[in-house]
């Protein structure tokens, strides 16, 4: 038997008591998963000895599906594996407040378009801490540009009031 210090069902080259029966584990102090697709984000429900630590990949088929990516409007998949299908960044609360947010992910400047012009727009951008990053007032304006430039990579939430509707929306800074 072979010692298996992570408990993944394959141990390492050391002879042990007690453990596995193979010596195929390339990580003996993690668990590894399957990463049939190559984009290194892997399938929880596959073990493998010598994997990746990652397990949030919900389509191990296909290399452009994973949290990684962005979500693609239209294309009936979980590109980002959020747990949603096509959402885009809009609020639908009232027929004639809704807007689009792009390029999401950013790596600079990003664009926040509305269907109506007539809105009196305060913006605030939070950190996944809770911490205000910047906030924004813009009166009457169907399009307001921001920039993330001084925002370190990651995930991010764009509280959009105008007028009497609220709403929130991700952003993902690169």
Do not use: W
Not at 86 to 95: F, Q
């Amino acid at each position: 038997m072979y010692e298996d210090i992570d408990g993944d069902g394959f141990g390492s080259s050391i002879i042990a008591g007690c453990g596995s029966y193979n010596n195929a584990d390339c990580n003996t102090n993690s668990v590894t998963y399957a990463d049939s697709d190559g984009d290194n984000f892997g399938d929880q429900n596959t073990l493998v000895p010598c994997g990746v630590i990652d397990l949030s990949d919900c389509d191990d088929s296909d290399d452009q599906v994973n949290p990684g990516m962005a979500e693609i409007p239209g294309n009936s998949l979980d590109d980002n594996c959020d747990g949603f299908t096509d959402e885009i960044a809009s609020l639908e609360e009232s027929a004639e407040f809704e807007f689009v947010l792009f390029p999401n992910p950013t790596k600079g400047e990003v664009h926040i378009i509305f269907k109506s012009n007539e809105y009196n727009i305060h913006v605030e951008i939070y950190a996944m801490n809770g911490k205000l990053m910047t906030s924004t007032y813009q009166p009457d304006s169907g399009l307001l540009e921001l920039t993330t430039d001084n925002f370190v990579p990651g995930l991010y939430f764009i509280k959009i009031t105008a007028d009497a509707n609220t709403g929130v929306a991700r952003l993902v800074v690169e």
